[in-house]
């Protein structure tokens, strides 16, 4: 082989080692961006899901503080009603303690009639 024919083939060799960089390099630049691509998207599913669940939470708070009001609503009722109740019991009782009062002293009135026309 000559020198010049060597020189060629050098070249041919030096040229498709060039060619395999370049798509080396492309090769590598695709993955990259492929990397960065994913990795962003992936950043914006996690936002996504981060800003789902502290709306989800935000809901889920809103509706316990709102079943908690309810609660203590529904309590309050509830004792107001019993409260109501017994003072109506409390005032029944009063009523029958002044009508035995009344009794009682009707009786001892009696009593005293009956004691005092006594000789």
Same mark, same amino acid.
Do not use: P
């Given at each position: =082989?000559? $020198?010049?024919?060597?020189?060629?083939? %050098?070249? *041919?060799?030096?040229?498709?080692?060039?060619?395999? $960089? !370049?798509?080396?390099?492309? *090769?590598? %630049?695709? =993955?990259?961006?492929?990397? $960065?691509? !994913?990795?962003?998207?992936?950043?914006r599913e996690m936002a996504e899901g981060f800003a789902e669940t502290r709306r989800e939470m935000a809901e889920g708070f809103a509706e316990t503080r709102r079943e908690i009001s309810e609660g203590f609503a529904e309590m309050r009722q509830a004792s107001n009603e019993r409260l109501a109740q017994l003072e109506a019991v409390v005032d029944r009782q009063a009523i029958v303690a002044e009508r035995l009062a009344a009794t009682v002293e009707r009786q001892a009135q009696l009593m005293e009639r009956m004691f005092s026309d006594r000789p």
């Open positions: =082989m000559t $020198v010049e024919q060597k020189v060629d083939q %050098a070249t *041919s060799n030096i040229e498709i080692l060039i060619d395999q $960089v !370049g798509r080396l390099t492309e *090769s590598i %630049a695709e =993955m990259r961006f492929a990397i $960065v691509e !994913g990795f962003a998207e992936t950043r």
